[in-house]
């Protein structure tokens, strides 16, 4: 099992841009798709993005695509989420995970990041 650290978080200013990295242990890291939620205070956890094992296929939920691109490095056990034109409404906890395939990011990952905050100002 892969076990994902999250970093990047931080204070942006609407518009801004922010790179988040998610490094994760484990010799089998190529076999694990990875991902992105989020969750707001008061609010539900939402799913942002996924990627499969091999980096072939990324999904995004409708909210952040054209701004956010996720991308892996599995030589160096790391996955990013690249987050441009950022708005007030993208404050929240992101959180990296990782499942079995990436078709089970979104329903049922089964390891998750401590999380980063990421804060955008209007």
């Known amino acids: 099992q892969v076990q994902p650290v999250e970093s990047g978080g931080g204070l942006v200013q609407a518009g801004g841009s922010l790179r988040l990295s998610c490094a994760a242990s484990g010799r089998t890291f190529s076999n694990y798709a990875m991902g992105w939620f989020r969750q707001a205070p008061g609010k539900e956890r939402e799913f942002v993005a996924a990627?499969?094992?091999?980096?072939?296929?990324?999904y995004y939920t409708e909210s952040v695509k054209g701004r956010f691109t996720i991308s892996r490095d599995n030589a160096k056990n790391m996955m990013y989420l690249q987050m441009n034109s950022l708005k007030p409404e993208d404050t929240a906890v992101y959180y990296c995970?990782?499942?079995?395939?990436?078709?089970?990011?979104?329903?049922?990952?089964?390891?998750w990041g401590q999380g980063t905050q990421v804060t955008v100002s209007s």
């Open positions: 995970v990782a499942a079995l395939r990436v078709s089970l990011v979104k329903t049922s990952p089964n390891s």
């Open positions: 990627i499969s094992g091999a980096g072939m296929s990324t």
